[in-house]
């Protein structure tokens, strides 16, 4: 089926991503031109069609993302596929803050780097980044993987639940309450063809395997000297 | 006769002795008869005995002491501190057992942006309470209760129960800075969305749900590893400030197709300007929480030691939308200790459109009632006097996850208590505005009230008594 063009220019949004639903749901390709920037386009999209943004796009980009598949041209400014629990979003350029905030499921993936908080309270779902994994990324993310490719800020991982931050290179400091351990063949194999998928995959890497440290997980109700590490 | 200076007395009889001077029968050696000595009895005003205890407590855990419930600073001023003055001879009253009193009360109706505003039989509803704080009986008992008097509940942020969704009719999503169970899917079933900044229990904190509350279906629903101690975040995670939350709440419009409305939960902190800053970035209904809120657990200074009451936060709140011109189309609602129709009804002559409710209507539930007293005492208090739902082992079933416990909860008998309850303080709610003369409870205002204390007028702009003027300087 043909592509779908629309326009957004200075036009409402509410306007704009009627349209792009009403397209995405009757199983057509769109492709959303002169996005200028602008905040909250393609939020909430229900079905599994594909939605492309020429440029660069504002906040909450497919926020609450329930399916859909969604390119960006170029950067993407703060939550995008914030909550969202299903589909697929790539964001060719940079991340602004908190991409893919409490996402319930799905993949957003970030050729460039990711901005800072990124996967913040995640609930499930993969977020892959090819360059720098921002400051506090993975913040108290409960569950889903974070991969980044191109090291990580400070405070990599901060407080997270059973979330799990990998990352190849440098990583300028942990967050509180987390450990480094050695990952699984079986699991590095399950990341690896994660990034297969993106012809990313490379066995000679060495993986940094993030996940809780636990001791802030029982603080009130059983470990009280655990909060004294901060 | 004069007498020598330099010579000392001696009386012309025996000298007595110590004993006959104590007068006290030897009870206490040493001591005058009556007078208590602060050896045996103390009576320093830094170190009461709550104090010392206090103290010990910390030393032994090496943290906070946590609980539920709401604060018990004893020094805030109360709602008792006004009192309703009835029309006499400058108003006329209405017939109390007989005109009619209107109650409807629409909220996010007046911005002109929301295709289904929220319309509620009643004045009160039943205050953001979430799965995992109470138990899914008690939160279905809740729904069914205020369906039964057309007025609505708030999921809290465990995300949404589908028995909860089925037994209240009318029911508002809440969506807290950590997220939990939100999901587009349930956003779209929802007569309401409530973003929350704060609650008035613990502001500037996010929530905490003790390990032993996280039980498999808590934490299959707030993805989070069974038994931990959940703390929530307090920040949300995709916004920051005033211009972020304009974004955000277009967003959460356009997610909902600006089908319901947008409500905003503050605690109340700094309402005047919290409250102008929410309406200015678009919130249709904005909610103040005062500091008598309750909560399922949180660290027992905050609940002591932090934000303002909520008698204090309703008049600023309402100035708030007044000069930024948005009375009449953002609608207030006030929560934060509520105990009866006489306290909602003075928060409506205050300024409020709405009142919320939370522990009074778990009370009406069957908290704090008297039943299996030997479980209270296990819990170490009484019927009464029970403050423990932070231990998850509520003797009466609400605010538990334990199966056998969450069975105390009769929810047909209890949901007809919450709405027998909610339809006596709507009565009482209009018996007061009748005998204010008022054909609305909407039309309560500051003039039908007085305050009885320089300081309740003084937080009010109510008249003091007496003196028929505002106490202000
Ligand atoms: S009876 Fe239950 S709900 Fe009421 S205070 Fe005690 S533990 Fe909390």
Redesign the pocket.
């Known amino acids: 089926m043909k592509e779908v063009e629309i326009i957004v220019g200075r036009r409402s949004i509410r306007e704009v991503n009627e349209e792009i639903k009403a397209a995405v749901l009757s199983g057509q390709s769109v492709y959303v031109r002169e996005t200028l920037s602008r905040h909250n386009l393609g939020v909430g999209l229900p079905a599994s069609a594909k939605v492309r943004f020429e440029g660069s796009v504002g906040y909450y980009c497919g926020g609450l993302n329930n399916g859909a598949i969604l390119e960006i041209e170029r950067n993407a400014g703060w939550g995008t596929g914030e909550g969202m629990s299903d589909g697929h979003i790539t964001i060719n350029g940079y991340a602004g803050m908190a991409t893919g905030a409490s996402m319930l499921g799905g993949t957003i993936h970030i050729k460039g780097d990711s901005g800072p908080r990124c996967g913040v309270a995640m609930k499930g779902g993969t977020i892959i980044v090819e360059g720098k994994l921002g400051y506090q990324s993975g913040f108290m993310s409960h569950a889903g993987r974070i991969i980044a490719l191109g090291g990580a800020g400070v405070s990599c991982a901060d407080a997270l639940w059973a979330g799990e931050v990998w990352v190849v290179g440098a990583i300028e400091s942990l967050g509180v309450d987390t450990k480094i351990v050695e990952p699984q063949p079986e699991e590095v194999d399950s990341v690896e063809s994660q990034l297969s998928q993106y012809g990313l995959e490379d066995s000679s890497r060495e993986w940094q395997k993030i996940v809780s440290g636990e001791r802030l997980w029982y603080f009130e109700s059983r470990e009280a000297s655990a909060w004294l590490m901060i | 006769m004069a007498h020598d200076l330099n010579k000392s007395y001696q009386f012309p009889f025996e000298p007595p002795s110590e004993e006959d001077i104590a007068f006290n029968d030897n009870a206490i050696p040493n001591r005058p008869a009556g007078v208590p000595s602060s050896y045996d009895e103390g009576g320093s005003t830094r170190w009461t005995p709550d104090a010392i205890a206090e103290v010990q407590a910390l030393a032994q855990l090496g943290r906070y002491q946590v609980r ?2 709401n604060t018990f600073n004893k020094r805030l001023p109360t709602f008792d501190d006004l009192t309703f003055v009835p029309a006499t001879m400058t108003r006329l009253p209405l017939e109390g057992y007989r005109e009619s009193c209107n109650t409807t009360t629409i909220l996010g109706g007046g911005t002109g942006r929301v295709e289904k505003p929220i319309e509620l039989k009643i004045p009160v509803y039943i205050a953001s309470m979430s799965f995992g704080a109470l138990s899914a009986s008690a939160k279905t008992a809740l729904g069914y209760g205020a369906s039964k008097v057309g007025t609505m509940t708030c999921t809290g942020e465990g995300g949404m129960l589908d028995e909860e969704r089925q037994a209240s009719q009318c029911l508002v999503y809440q969506m807290t800075p950590s997220r939990y169970g939100v999901d587009i899917n349930h956003l779209r079933q929802a007569d309401g969305f409530e973003l929350v900044m704060g609650q008035g229990a613990k502001p500037g904190t996010g929530g905490l749900l003790l390990g032993m509350k996280v039980s498999p279906r808590v934490s299959m629903m707030r993805k989070l590893p069974e038994g931990v101690d959940q703390r929530s975040t307090v920040r949300h995670p995709d916004f920051l400030g005033a211009d972020d939350l304009a974004v955000k709440i277009e967003e959460l419009r356009l997610a909902t197709d600006f089908r319901i409305p947008i409500f905003v939960k503050i605690g109340a902190t700094r309402p005047r300007y919290d409250v102008a800053i929410a309406a200015k970035a678009g919130a249709d209904v904005v909610v103040v929480d005062g500091a008598e809120g309750g909560t399922g657990a949180s660290p027992e200074l905050l609940l002591n030691h932090t934000g303002i009451p909520t008698l204090s936060a309703i008049k600023p709140a309402r100035e708030a939308l007044d000069e930024c011109g948005m009375t009449g189309k953002v609608s207030l609602v006030i929560s934060g200790g509520i105990r009866s129709g006489v306290d909602a009804a003075k928060c409506l002559a205050l300024g409020a459109d709405a009142v919320m409710i939370g522990n009074a209507a ?1 009370i009406a539930l069957g ?2 009632s008297p039943r299996y007293e030997q479980d209270y005492k296990k819990l170490g ?1 009484s019927p009464g006097a ?4 932070h ?1 998850g ?4 079933g ?2 538990t996850q334990d199966p056998e416990l969450e069975k105390r909860v009769d929810i047909a008998a209890s949901a007809e208590r919450v709405a027998r309850f909610l339809t006596a303080i709507t009565m009482e709610i209009t018996m007061l505005a009748k005998s204010c003369g008022k054909s609305s409870v909407h039309n309560l205002e500051s003039e039908d009230l007085r305050a009885l204390s320089l300081e309740a007028s003084a937080l009010t702009g109510v008249k003091m008594v007496g003196m028929d003027k505002v106490f202000a300087w």
Do not use: E
């Open positions: 539920g419930y778990m908290c704090n208090t029970c403050h423990h739902c231990t082992l509520c003797p009466v609400i605010t």
